[in-house]
């Protein structure tokens, strides 16, 4: 296997595959994992598969404390009044409890620097791994059973790898997406600069305790990501190119930028380093061309407003690693991994939906504030819109005019009077919405496939709350969570889940029965005692009595006492282009 691009998704891809003994070389143009924090949110789901591979400890230990989650909040500047709060973690002790019961472990905030420098340290510590930084992809071919990659290094030489396979993670601008002509369809929303500084904000911190702090300030709306207090503070600014460039925010300007956000011009501001990108709402056209699949930011990038950007790309990889797997060792045929594309697509493009409409949240606040939802949404576009010959001097004094104009309002919010507490009153009820933006556990482990490596159960068309998981055993979706005695040990039900086969969960009651259906077949039969009973209700009439499940934890197949006999089973067989054989138990 090839993997280009040693960033969380491809490092994780590696894993995987080296978890199921596929030998992988990973190359990756960087010599060390990158020093701005980037990206913080880590979902639960993205938790429990790297629970899979003994990760999830040793990043729990790495992030946050929960006190350090507790609410998302709105100022007008740090020192200025706030204008609301999202509590994430100051939760009622009932949700919390709920929260806490769906999953083995729980998500976490950590920053990409830290969460890759684990990730190489494994890389470079596996013997089915060839990490291969300092290099970078040229071209790839494919092959009648392999693909010739060429790679280049940055003394001119280059060398050529082969693979029955190449995983395309290597990001946002992926070269091998450009090779592989496949287009990425949407819009760019906005442009920001990002900006990794230190500053001792403390005081402004002890009464709301949270990982983003927006502000709202004369030079514009801010977000303020709290990585790892003093030292790892990333600010997002706002800017339109192509009247404005990254060259126009040098260290100096940037900390103007921070200094008004704060309100506090004697709060000393170090710079680290400044970045730019832009805020998309794209997915490929193609996931798959022959032997490449695209995977993370090569395959779909949107806006991070919800964190779903990485945890996506993680699931990605974990539909994708086993079916390689699968029929790189003859368990599988060919035909599953057209199914990837088949599940894992439409995921992108529902994640690209709910980034979006995070983002228009966002616009709600402001709006509230007093600048036109239009301006907000429009003046990007107008701008990236104008043609190159327009002498870029005059668009942007006109554009930092404009701005300037449009965020007059938000100076008053913080005034003392009534305009004041009327702007502040009307963003507050605007906050008092935006839960969804930052408790996604529904969209996190509710995803169901409806095509694909599934058997359909006949449940109608089912829709999720994105905001709060509602553990049911669905096709398609993920086995829920519930803790059982295996072996004298207490486990989740997750871990009942064979990597070599499908793997039946049965009820007490069912299971010599379904054994006995199964004897003949190639497929792990485990049984989920009462205490865990939960995971077969479907919601539906009739709870299911066994569920088919594959290796990355969805459900293949929903089975039920009235239809116990072979069939259910081979159609889940079928379903994965399994072949069949002779099965096990694994209790």
């Known amino acids: 296997m090839v993997i280009v691009g040693a960033g969380p998704v491809g490092a994780t891809a590696a894993l995987l595959l080296a978890a199921r003994g596929v030998s992988c070389v990973v190359v990756e143009p960087r010599e060390r994992p990158q020093t701005h924090p980037a990206a913080h949110v880590l979902s639960t789901r993205s938790m429990e598969i790297w629970r899979e591979i003994g990760l999830d400890r040793e990043l729990r230990a790495l992030s946050a404390q929960a006190y350090e989650l507790r609410c998302i909040a ?25 929260i806490e019961a769906i999953s083995p472990t729980r998500s976490a905030h950590l920053p990409q ?33 392999k693909v010739a990659v060429t790679i280049g290094d940055t003394a001119g030489g280059s060398r050529m790898i082969l693979g029955q396979y190449l995983i395309a993670a290597d990001g946002a601008a992926s070269p091998v997406r450009r090779a592989l002509r496949v287009a990425m369809k949407g819009p760019t929303l906005q442009h920001m600069i990002s900006v990794h500084f230190s500053a001792d904000l403390e005081k402004f911190r002890r009464n709301r305790r949270g990982p983003v702090m927006w502000t709202h300030s004369g030079k514009g709306v801010g977000a303020l990501i709290v990585h790892r207090p003093p030292h790892d503070l990333v600010f997002q600014i706002p800017y339109f190119p192509p009247a404005e460039s990254l060259e126009d925010f040098p260290a100096a300007v940037c900390r103007d930028h921070i200094l008004d956000a704060i309100g506090d011009s004697s709060v000393r501001v170090d710079i680290h380093s400044i970045k730019s990108w832009a805020m998309n709402a794209q997915v490929a056209t193609n996931y798959r061309v022959g032997r490449a699949f695209l995977a993370g930011d090569a395959a779909h990038r949107f806006p ?12 990605d990889v974990h539909n994708l690693a086993w079916k390689i797997a699968w029929v790189l060792t003859g368990r599988a045929g060919n035909g599953l991994l057209d199914t990837y594309e ?56 006109l554009v930092r005019g404009l701005s300037a104009q449009a965020y007059r309002t938000f100076g008053l919010a913080a005034s003392p009077g009534k305009v004041g507490g009327y702007l502040r009153r009307r963003a507050a009820e605007a906050i008092s919405r935006q839960g969804r933006h930052y408790r996604s556990w529904g969209s996190d482990l509710g995803v ?27 096709a398609g979706g993920r086995l829920p969570h519930g803790w059982v005695e295996d072996r004298g040990r207490r486990v989740s039900t997750l871990d009942l889940i064979s990597h070599d086969r499908l793997t039946l969960l049965a009820t007490p009651r069912s299971r010599a029965r379904w054994t006995h259906t199964a004897a003949t077949l190639p497929i792990a039969v485990g049984t989920v005692d009462e205490a865990a009973h939960h995971v077969f209700r479907t919601g539906a009439a009739a709870d299911a009595d066994g569920l088919i499940v594959r290796p990355d934890g969805h459900i293949a197949a929903v089975l039920h006492s009235d239809r116990r ?23």
Do not use: K
Request: charged share 20%; proline share 9%.
């Open 113 to 145: 620097s830290l969460l890759e420098t684990l990730l190489w340290q494994r890389l470079r510590d596996n013997a089915h791994i060839d990490l291969r930084s300092g290099w970078r992809y040229v071209t790839h071919t494919d092959g009648p059973d």
């Open 565 to 587: 006999d072979a069939t259910q089973i081979r159609q889940a067989l079928s379903a994965v282009s399994a072949p069949c054989g002779v099965g096990r138990s694994i209790s």
């Open 74 to 98: 709105y100022c007008t500047t740090l020192a200025g009044p706030e204008l609301g709060r999202v509590p994430v973690a100051e939760l009622p002790d009932r949700q919390v409890e709920a």
């Open 304 to 315: 991070p407003t919800g964190g779903l950007g990485l945890n996506t790309g993680i699931a």
């Open 342 to 397: 088949q599940e894992r697509r439409p995921v992108g493009r529902s994640a690209t939906d709910h980034s979006v409409a995070n983002v228009e949240g966002l616009l709600d606040v402001v709006a509230a504030l007093g600048m036109p939802r239009r301006v907000g949404s429009l003046l990007p576009r107008i701008i990236a819109a104008l043609p190159e010959w327009v002498p870029r001097r005059p668009v942007r004094t």
């Open 448 to 474: 169901i496939y409806s095509s694909g490596a599934v058997v359909a159960d006949g449940i109608p068309t089912r829709h999720c709350d994105p905001e709060f998981y509602t553990p049911l055993a669905w």
